[in-house]
């Protein structure tokens, strides 16, 4: 299970930085392997407040974690031929890093894995830099003789469109019926940088169709609009901001906003602290009723999703239904490091 990652404890702030600014998949940096330590020492004291402030960490793992021994508890009773199933998680800039879960499965002696992200559209920045990792670990020898598949996006799935819209549902019903169907849905993602949105990558037209989906799911019952969180640095990044369109709404008139996590398959920095608190906080300053749809964390509907999904692929990968991954028959001009036409390769031959 692939995913970014995030420090369990604020201690590790400042490791998951550095990790985080060197990789070039993700914030390509001119001379990175010198500036990317100084700007992760420069924003630590900032980052390690805001983590203090959600309780003390990041509990993206825990949920992971979680979300991993579900599914495959559901696994062993959807596709029985590949049982039993174990979860492992990789994370990219935090423990346990794709280095260490590499370690494990070569000690545990796995043959046989699906590399699934957790990033449910597609980004070179993202589920691009996880399966580069890997393909680097593997091409290290670091992982063993594993023959590989690979899910790399998943943004429109019905389990995974229902477990949301279940979510809007609920907090929906937490505003008076008269003002119900007047409230805004604000769906924010994490934003990309424009150099990459600019050079192919899908993510935004992904993230797009998910919000689509939900919303035919929702029979359109509200005004809606995608926006996007997370800008670093001066640069031009995918917007409308989320923090701008709260203050545009407030400007209108339209007091009532639901914001909804439409990236993201579990709470972690981004929505426990720039969601929660800052732009509710911001909304209500504005005198806004803003509020948030749940994450999807340990949701039932978004576990079965998780396991229809992979039992979905495991059929297909054993009838040669289809290709590893959908991104990975194309030379992907978004993966900085190694050429997607080299991973197509090294995980066709089983990652060797």
């Not at 924003?43 to 979300?67: C, H, M, N, V, W």
Request: proline residues 6%; aromatic residues 8%.
């Amino acid at each position: 299970m692939l995913n970014m990652g995030g420090p369990s404890t604020v201690p590790e702030t400042h490791d998951f930085l550095k990790n985080l600014f060197m990789d070039g998949d993700l914030i390509p940096l001119p001379f990175q392997r010198v500036l990317a330590p100084i700007i992760a020492r420069r924003r630590t004291p900032q980052i390690e407040k805001q983590y203090a402030d959600i309780g003390g960490g990041s509990p993206i793992l825990r949920y992971t974690e979680f979300q991993g021994e579900k599914m495959c508890e559901l696994l062993d009773e959807l596709h029985p031929e590949t049982a039993p199933h174990k979860n492992y998680t990789a994370f990219r800039y935090a423990n346990p890093l794709t280095t260490e879960t590499a370690r494990r499965m070569k000690e545990d002696g796995v043959r046989r894995a699906v590399a699934f992200t957790q990033y449910p559209q597609y980004s070179c920045s993202t589920t691009g830099s996880s399966l580069n990792e890997i393909f680097r670990r593997g091409r290290a020898g670091e992982i063993g003789d594993i023959e590989w598949s690979v899910i790399d996006r998943w943004g429109t799935h019905p389990g995974f469109v229902e477990a949301v819209a279940q979510n809007i549902e609920a907090t929906l019903s937490q505003y008076e019926p008269s003002k119900r169907k007047d409230v805004v849905l604000l769906f924010s993602a994490h934003s990309l940088p424009m150099s990459v949105v600019n050079r192919g990558d899908p993510y935004v037209p992904e993230v797009s169709a998910s919000v689509s989906a939900v919303m035919d799911r929702l029979g359109h019952s509200n005004p809606y609009r995608l926006v996007w969180q997370s800008q670093v640095g001066p640069s031009a990044w995918m917007g409308m901001q989320t923090g701008e369109a709260v203050k545009g709404l407030a400007r209108l008139g339209r007091k009532n906003v639901v914001l909804v996590p439409i990236a993201f398959t579990s709470d972690h920095i981004e929505t426990l602290y720039e969601i929660d608190l800052e732009y509710i906080h911001e909304g209500k300053e504005l005198g806004m009723d803003i509020r948030r749809a749940e994450s999807l964390n340990e949701s039932p509907v978004f576990i079965r999703a998780l396991a229809d999904i992979v039992t979905k692929h495991l059929k297909d990968y054993s009838a040669g239904k289809g290709p590893t991954s959908v991104q990975l028959d194309l030379r992907c001009p978004g993966c900085t490091n190694v050429t997607c036409a080299q991973q197509k390769s090294w995980f066709a031959r089983g990652g060797r």
